[in-house]
C-alpha cells in the first residue's frame, strides 16, 4: 500500500476548523479505496506563530517540508500581522521555493450551488484557469526611494522571463488538449507595452504547436466582462499571476461563492512538494465558531486526490459535495444551512464512503 506523506499547515482563523474536515475526507476515501493511506505531520506555522517568534515558519522550514509528497494549508492571516509578511513570509516562500508555478483554479458551478447569473445555464460556468504562480506582477522586484520624503518613489516590477511564459503556456495547452477543451489567454497588451505583448507573442508562438486546440485572447477587462455576460467562451484559461488572481475571484462569485473557491499551487516536475488550499482566507470574525464552510478545502482535497493519481476518488469528493448541496440538508450559514463545520465535513466523508463502496461491488 503506497502512504503519502502530507504536511500540514492548519494555519490561522478557521484553517484549523476546515483542515480537520478536509483530512476527515481523505482518510474516508483511503481507508475505502485501500490501496493508498496518508501520514500527515503538523506544522504550527502562521500569524499566532509569528506573534510568538517573529518569524512565520521556522528557518529552516523549507528544509523539513521538502520530505514530503504534499502540503495542505489551511489559511493564513489575521489581524495585526500585515498581509505582505503573512504573505510573503510563508504562502510565496513556498511557492517560490518549490517552484509551484503552475496555480490551478477551477471556476466549476457544481449540481446544488447558487447560480447568481441570470439567463445562464449552470453547464455553462465551467473554466479552468491556469494561473502563473512564481513570477509576473508578484515577483517581489522593485524599489521605494526616499521613503518617507516629499519626494518618494516606489517602483513594482512584473517579471515575465521566457522560461516562466513559455512552461505555463505550454502547461495550459497541454491541459486543454488532453480535455479537449478551447484555451483561452487574458492579457493586457495594450497599455502593458513590454510585459504583456511579450506574453501575446509567446502565446501565438506555442500554439502554432498546437493546432488541434481552439484558442482566443482577450484583455483582461472584457474578459471580466465576459465572464459574467456570456462564461461559456471560457473552457480553459491561461494568464498572469495578478490577472489570475483577481479574475479567479470573479470566478469564484460565479460558482457559488468564496465557500467553494478551491487552489492547487503545482510543481509539475515533482521535483517537490506541491500545496493545495482553499483560497477564503482566515475568516477570523468566525473562528472557532464551527460556522466555517469546509467545502473549498475538501475541494481541494480532492484536487491532491487527482494529483497523485487518484482520479477517480477526486471524482468521488466532487461528487459527494455535489450531492450534499443537492440535499440542502446539511450545510453551513454561508450556504443558508444550520450545520456546523464539522458535520458538513462528517457528511461529505459519509457519502465519499458510499460512492466508493458502491463502485467497489
Known amino acids: 500500500m503506497k502512504t503519502w506523506k502530507i504536511a500540514v499547515i492548519a494555519g490561522d482563523g478557521i484553517g484549523p476548523e476546515v483542515i480537520d474536515e478536509g483530512i476527515k475526507v481523505l482518510n474516508t476515501a483511503a481507508e475505502a479505496d485501500g490501496t493508498f493511506a496518508f501520514d500527515y505531520t503538523y506544522f504550527p506555522w502562521g500569524c499566532e506563530y509569528y506573534t510568538k517568534t517573529g518569524k512565520m515558519m521556522d528557518e529552516d522550514g523549507i528544509e523539513k517540508l521538502k520530505e514530503f509528497d504534499a502540503i495542505y494549508l489551511g489559511a493564513v492571516g489575521f ?6 509578511i503573512s504573505l510573503w513570509d510563508l504562502l510565496l516562500r513556498i511557492r517560490k521555493s518549490f517552484d509551484q508555478y503552475v496555480n490551478i483554479r477551477p471556476v466549476k458551478l457544481l ?7 441570470v439567463d445562464v445555464d449552470r453547464k455553462d460556468v465551467d473554466m479552468l484557469f491556469i494561473r502563473e504562480n512564481s513570477e509576473g506582477e508578484y515577483s517581489g522586484a522593485g524599489d521605494w526611494l526616499f521613503k518617507g520624503q516629499p519626494h518618494e ?3 513594482q516590477n512584473g517579471v515575465f522571463s521566457r522560461k516562466g511564459t513559455e512552461r505555463i503556456i505550454r502547461y495550459a495547452f497541454e491541459t486543454a488538449k488532453k480535455e479537449g477543451r478551447s484555451l483561452t ?3 493586457k497588451a495594450n497599455a502593458l507595452n513590454y510585459s504583456m505583448v511579450f506574453w501575446d507573442q509567446v502565446f501565438e508562438e506555442v500554439s502554432a504547436e498546437y493546432p488541434e486546440v481552439e484558442t482566443a485572447s482577450y484583455l483582461v477587462d472584457a474578459a471580466a466582462m465576459l465572464m459574467i455576460k456570456d462564461p461559456k467562451r471560457f473552457e480553459v484559461v491561461v494568464t498572469s499571476n495578478l490577472f489570475g488572481d483577481i479574475l479567479t475571484d470573479l470566478g469564484a462569485a460565479l460558482a457559488g461563492g468564496i465557500g467553494l473557491a478551491a487552489g492547487a499551487n503545482i510543481n509539475p516536475e515533482r521535483d ?3 500545496m493545495f488550499e482553499p483560497v477564503h482566507g482566515s475568516a477570523p470574525d468566525i473562528a472557532g465558531q464551527g460556522l466555517a464552510n469546509p467545502l473549498a478545502t475538501i475541494w481541494s482535497a480532492s484536487q491532491m486526490l487527482d494529483f497523485f493519481g487518484y482520479e477517480n476518488r477526486g471524482k468521488n469528493v466532487l461528487q459527494a459535495i455535489e450531492q450534499l448541496m443537492v440535499e440542502g440538508e446539511v450545510l453551513t450559514p454561508d450556504m443558508k444551512g444550520s450545520a456546523s463545520t464539522s458535520e458538513v465535513g462528517s457528511r461529505v466523508a459519509e457519502i465519499v464512503g458510499t460512492l466508493i463502496a458502491n463502485e467497489k461491488k
Open 272 to 274: 517537490f512538494p506541491s
Open 79 to 84: 489581524p495585526g500581522v500585515p498581509d505582505h
Open 153 to 155: 518613489v516606489v517602483m
Open 111 to 117: 449540481d446544488g450551488a447558487h447560480l447568481p447569473l
Open 185 to 187: 489567454s487574458i492579457s
